[in-house]
């Protein structure tokens, strides 16, 4: 049988997930024999190619962000979101009480560290969205696995019940949102 | 009592008439979700997650305010409703901020809960991202606004629970908030921080500063003690983790008991004074030195026994606090009296003892401090007289059940002190005389009641109008600089009364004047009537375990044994302070005469600092033993922290005391 194929991606995260990911320790290797990763944060390949599996960390905050999650979704079967961030907003979305000019203007010329601050613009960087969404917001996702981060078990069950061809929904008393 | 069949998920239920059809859930251990519920509260149906199916009900109704009837036919988990509460757990969520992960309430939260039981992995609607205000004004607690849902717990609670009403809905839509008074910081308003509205609050909208962080209810060990700061004695559950108090809850926050104040729920988490960790000696240098408790023991053995067996160099006088346990006095009231042989002992609230009992014996002989009612007495009271007492800040509990009368059973509150206090803005009659003329003001209440012939059933008529008879109320209003008519108005209050509660406190102690009881007992045997009742007493006592310890017999002597010193020639003192922190002048010049004093106290004190020996005690939380609370009851309250190492229970440092000087 031919390895499913998992392409991985964060967009505005800590990375916690990943890591978390990571912590479901041996079973990597026997994964390893059924799975096959693509793409992750840590190839540089800018492009996806088509895959029957992504993953997302992450909430969107620019227009990278944005971009990178929608050419996910166009080369997936199925989109994973992983933790608050993917599933809520998260600790990202806190901006989003606050006008993206606010945020600009505190982060880059307020800031108590700073001199002569200067607030980046595009095209040298991706321009930052009015507000931070979860990754549902933008694109069609298919499951979530919530929790800051989830915990290696919740990754893992998500990842088992996907392999044996279900959509996998976390049992209640593997929920968590912290 | 009608008892009524119902049919819930197909099973047959039996409930009363007059339960709503959550109660009957409830009872027959059938799970419906609840946020806005809170049990001993009004249910106002306001979060919809109760929602339930009845048969010929046009749409799915809540079942926290449907009343149930016979034959009702009710489904409690259909999909569709299943489907309606993972909405509602969506909107609530979307509405406000509801990110856990930066929350304080994350692990003992009930939304947080409920989304876990729906598999709320998501939520489908955009996320309003509100800017809401957060209120730390407050000395202990905390609103953030960014976490609530609206549900009003905390205002029914306020309202129905505590009596104050200092919290309330304000604004339009969604833009509504959670407000105190109008619109103020919880800090500024008239919100007394019982932090009732922090129990009951099911997310983290509304916390308290003194818990926030230090551990979840799932990592605590959970034990049931008593308050003892006040005699009212509230039970309380405290939360434990690495021998810290992480947080004071009220067990049964809706029984009339449940009540806590912000002394018994925050202050109690802080140690505001240095511990006393072990035994301490003067040194030569005259400072504190510690030593070991053999050594602190040995120097008190030779004096205590130079004393006791040479009676004309002088006597040894004790004082005890009454904020030690029952135990702990009792251990003390032996020791004075069997072991040193003397009758100089005394409490520190001594005097308000003897004012009390003087003047319920001048009212009646033979009669005790028994005469009193129980505090819930003033939940049913109709009308309240409140004399020179501000239990907001004395008794607190004591407090709202007077708001809790006033704002839910209409009575009529009356006050008699010279003295602006919260309780002034609420009246229904303030009379308000110059300092010293509170025993004028009462007896003339007592006087116009005579007068206008209310009082003609009493049966105490006789006895009691002798006293009163030489006063002219009009006189007299003058002279106390009352308007006529408005002691009038009080005095037609209480003689109309069914159920009427005179309270007095501090503000009637201060004077040392006996016939001020005496005048507060005649005005309640003139007042009200025989079928219908006549006003009940209570006195607010000054320290936690006061009427234990006046029980005991402790403060039996004629006279304060401190006004005595000189005349019984004493030359040696024995306190038992306890966690009562003492600064009072005139205890401290009066020991400061003394050759030897020993100090028994949890806490450094000026007390301490005169000490030529400083025992170790423990602090309330770290003492077992029961309480008397000020109507009588006696409650015991368990240990929750083990006290420092050297750090003794106080009667088995007195018992050691003892072994040592009996050998």
């Known amino acids: ?178 | 009592m009608n008892e009524i069949t119902l049919t819930i998920n197909d099973k047959q239920v039996k409930g009363k008439q007059g339960d709503t059809v959550l109660d009957i859930c409830q009872a027959n251990g059938i799970d419906v979700p609840t946020l806005c519920h809170f049990k001993g509260l009004t249910d106002v149906g306001a979060c919809r997650m109760c929602l339930v199916e009845i048969e010929k009900e046009r749409k799915p109704v809540p079942a926290c305010t449907y009343p149930a009837r016979d034959g009702l036919v009710i489904q409690t988990h259909t999909e569709k409703l299943e489907k309606c509460r993972r909405l509602i757990l969506e909107l609530l969520f979307a509405e406000r901020n509801h990110l856990c992960a930066y929350c304080v309430a994350s692990g003992d939260c009930e939304l947080q809960n409920l989304a876990y039981q729906y598999q709320m992995d998501n939520v489908r609607y955009h996320y309003s991202w509100p800017s809401l205000p957060v209120d730390s004004v407050n000395n202990y607690l905390v609103i953030d606004h960014n976490r609530c849902i609206l549900c009003g717990r905390c205002i029914r609670t306020c309202n129905e629970i505590t009596g104050v009403q200092a919290l309330d809905f304000g604004h339009r839509g969604w833009k509504t908030l959670v407000c105190a008074d109008l619109n103020q910081p919880l800090g500024e308003s008239s919100c007394i921080s019982c932090g009732a509205c922090a129990q009951v609050c099911p997310t983290g909208a509304i916390y308290t500063k003194s818990s926030a962080y230090k551990g979840r209810p799932v990592e605590c060990t959970k034990v049931h003690s008593v308050c003892s700061l006040c005699g009212v004695g509230c039970e309380i559950d405290a939360l434990v983790k690495d021998n810290r108090l992480v947080r004071i809850d009220s067990p049964e926050l809706a029984n009339d008991r449940g009540l806590l104040c912000h002394k018994g729920r925050f202050e109690q988490l802080y140690d505001r004074h240095n511990r006393v960790t072990g035994p301490m000696v003067l040194n030569s240098q005259g400072e504190l030195e510690a030593c070991s408790l053999d050594e602190a023991l040995n120097k008190i053995n030779k004096k205590f026994s130079e004393l006791k067996s040479h009676p004309g160099n002088g006597s040894i006088a004790g004082l005890a606090s009454s904020q030690a346990c029952n135990e702990s006095l009792e251990a003390f009231r032996k020791f004075m009296a069997n072991t040193l042989d003397s009758q100089l002992v005394d409490t520190l609230d001594g005097d308000e003892y003897r004012v009390i009992t003087q003047g319920i014996t001048k009212f009646q002989d033979g009669a005790k401090l028994s005469i009193e009612t129980s505090l819930e007495e003033i939940l049913k009271a109709d009308t309240i007289l409140l004399a020179g007492a501000n239990p907001l800040e004395s008794h607190p509990v004591v407090g709202s059940y007077i708001f809790r009368a006033v704002t839910q059973n209409g009575a009529n509150l009356i006050l008699v002190d010279p003295l602006r206090n919260v309780f002034s803005s609420r009246t229904s009659v303030w009379l308000k005389p110059p300092e010293g003329k509170e025993e004028l003001t009462i007896n003339a209440l007592t006087k116009a009641i005579i007068d206008k012939d209310f009082a003609k059933d009493s049966i105490d008529l006789k006895r009691i109008a002798p006293s009163v008879k030489d006063i002219n109320v009009i006189q007299a209003t003058e002279e106390a600089g009352i308007n006529t008519d408005v002691l009038h108005r009080a005095a037609e209050m209480l003689a109309k009364s069914q159920h009427g509660i005179i309270i007095y406190g501090k503000g009637i102690l201060r004077y040392g004047n006996p016939e001020l009881i005496t005048s507060l007992l005649n005005l309640a045997a003139i007042a009200g009537s025989q079928d219908r009742g006549k006003p009940r007493i209570i006195s607010l006592k000054p320290k936690g375990n006061s009427r234990g310890a006046w029980d005991m017999g402790l403060a039996n002597s004629q006279n304060s044994i401190l006004n005595s010193t000189a005349k019984n020639n004493v030359k040696a003192a024995y306190l038992l302070l306890a966690d009562d922190y003492v600064d009072e002048p005139k205890l401290l010049d009066n020991l400061k005469r003394m050759e030897f004093v020993v100090v028994q106290a949890s806490y450094l004190s000026p007390a301490t600092y005169i000490a030529n020996v400083v025992l170790p005690s423990p602090t309330w939380a770290e003492r077992e033993g029961s309480y008397t609370t000020l109507d009588g009851t006696v409650k015991s309250a368990s240990r929750l922290l083990q006290p420092p190492g050297g750090v003794k229970q106080d009667w088995e440092i007195i018992h050691k005391i003892s072994k040592a000087l009996k050998e």
């Open chain 1, 1 to 178: 049988m031919a390895k499913i194929k998992i392409a991985t991606a964060w967009l505005e995260c800590c990375s916690g997930c990943h890591m978390s990911f990571l912590d479901i320790d041996e079973a990597i290797i026997d994964l390893s024999k059924l799975v096959e990763f693509t793409r992750s944060p840590i190839t540089d390949i800018k492009k996806f190619s088509p895959v029957d599996v992504g993953i997302v960390e992450g909430s969107v905050g620019n227009t990278e962000e944005e971009e990178t999650l929608k050419d996910l979704r166009a080369n997936c079967k199925i989109l994973m979101a992983w933790g608050d961030c993917a599933c809520f907003g998260g600790v990202c979305a806190m901006r989003n009480t606050f006008d993206k000019e606010e945020v600009l203007k505190r982060c880059y010329i307020e800031t108590e560290s700073t001199y002569k601050g200067k607030i980046p613009c595009p095209p040298g960087v991706p321009a930052l969205l009015e507000q931070v969404k979860p990754v549902n917001q933008v694109v069609k996702v298919d499951c979530y696995v919530p929790g800051c981060p989830p915990e290696a078990k919740a990754i893992q069950y998500a990842l088992t019940e996907l392999l044996a061809g279900r959509i996998p929904v976390l049992p209640s008393e593997m929920m968590r949102f912290d």
